[in-house]
């Protein structure tokens, strides 16, 4: 995505997108759907969605019925989820890829 709004062709820096906005920033992008959830990602150098701990409590802040987890309860719910999620950092996750069936 970064690299088709760096190409001022493809796509613009803002714009909307369905029921959503969208604004891309340095390294990502945030989404806000049209009732005000919002939805904030980085680019990992290949391209994949990465999220922290921050934009988990934003997103929940964003809801229509807030909800403001602690880093704890962040934790334990992306721990409960594995092996969805890898983190690609520490302390950054993506959604992991989908296996090959044989």
Known sequence: M????????????RGEIGSYSYQVHGAGCLFISDNGTEIDVDFAADGREIFDFWRLRCYG???????DPTEQE??????????LLVEVRPGWFSVAEAKASA
């Open 74 to 83: 962040l934790r334990s719910a992306v721990e409960s989820v594995k092996p």
């Open 61 to 67: 802040r964003s809801l229509p019925e807030p909800h």
């Open 2 to 13: 970064l690299s088709l709004v760096r190409s001022h062709r493809i796509i613009s820096w």
